[in-house]
């Protein structure tokens, strides 16, 4: 296969068993492209061509594929397994499969859930994952879009937000970041504490201190903080949606 690039050159390529072919958002064979389609391709580069493409697919259809891959979307379910979950998005149903692991995550009216709890025909809000197979993982799926939003920050090393609760006695930390999810974590020994570049004393951090917490996990349920950054507090917008002026 050989494309001509926006700049006029031309490309040569392959395709592969895992290669995703995208035609009005539903999966084609590459014979449904004809001569003079407009095209986008994801390939792996290598020191000679032909490259072997990742994904082919209409600009309509990568917009949207892009977008599912990156973005918390709203869905109807189909079907829901320990291992998949089918479903539509959009009004013209464009049929989309995530990949489930022991790793997702399940939220329904605020609480923890099991994918039994989504009948057929729900419909749900999916944060995802995009995996180096081009499947996409569903890191976590909702009832609400803030749940999916909270279930995707909650799967991250990272999470910046406010101190809420430093306590010593049972070791643990509490934050809640701007989406207002709370997060908690322990520690077994004080973690690293940085501010303005340096190291300082953990008896520096207090309650109110907008900080960046760099978590794993340790245990069923538990995560653990290894280091705490301290942060300036994040300044709100003006009305105007721009930033008070510094006097």
């Known amino acids: 296969?050989?494309?001509?690039?926006?700049?006029?050159?031309?490309?040569?390529?392959?395709?592969?068993?895992?290669?995703?072919?995208?035609?009005?958002?539903?999966?084609?064979a590459v014979s449904a492209f004809a001569v003079g389609d407009a095209v986008t391709v994801r390939f792996r580069p290598s020191a000679?061509?032909?490259?072997?493409?990742?994904d082919l697919a209409d600009r309509a259809s990568w917009a949207w594929i892009v977008r599912v891959r990156t973005q918390v979307t709203e869905v109807t379910l189909r079907e829901a397994t320990e291992s998949d979950?089918?479903?539509?998005?959009?009004?013209?149903?464009?049929?989309?499969?995530?990949?489930?692991?022991?790793?997702?995550?399940?939220?329904?009216?605020?609480?923890p859930?099991?994918?039994?709890?989504?009948?057929?025909?729900s419909r749900v809000w999916v944060a995802p994952r995009l995996l180096p197979n081009g499947r996409i993982m569903a890191t976590g799926v909702a009832d609400t879009k803030q749940g999916a939003e909270g279930l995707r920050e909650?799967?991250?090393p990272t999470v910046t937000g406010r101190l809420t609760r430093i306590d010593l006695i049972t070791s643990r930390l509490t934050l809640v970041s701007a989406s207002g999810e709370t997060h908690t974590a322990i520690w077994h020994?004080?973690?690293?504490?940085r501010r303005d570049g340096r190291d300082v004393p953990f008896g520096t951090l207090h309650v109110g201190q907008w900080v960046t917490a760099h978590?794993?996990?340790d245990g069923p349920g538990d995560r653990l903080v290894t280091l705490v950054t301290?942060?300036?507090t994040p300044t709100a917008p003006s009305a105007s949606g721009k930033a008070p002026a510094k006097r």
């Open 113 to 121: 859930a099991q994918p039994a709890d989504f009948p057929a025909g």
């Open 189 to 193: 020994d004080p973690p690293r504490v």
């Open 48 to 54: 000679t061509q032909p490259y072997v493409l990742h």
């Open 154 to 156: 909650r799967s991250r």
């Open 215 to 217: 978590l794993k996990k």
């Open 1 to 28: 296969m050989t494309l001509r690039t926006a700049s006029g050159g031309s490309l040569s390529f392959v395709t592969a068993p895992a290669t995703q072919v995208l035609r009005a958002k539903r999966a084609a």
């Open 85 to 111: 979950l089918a479903a539509e998005e959009g009004a013209d149903a464009a049929p989309i499969r995530y990949r489930v692991t022991a790793t997702t995550a399940w939220r329904k009216a605020g609480s």
């Open 230 to 232: 301290v942060k300036s």
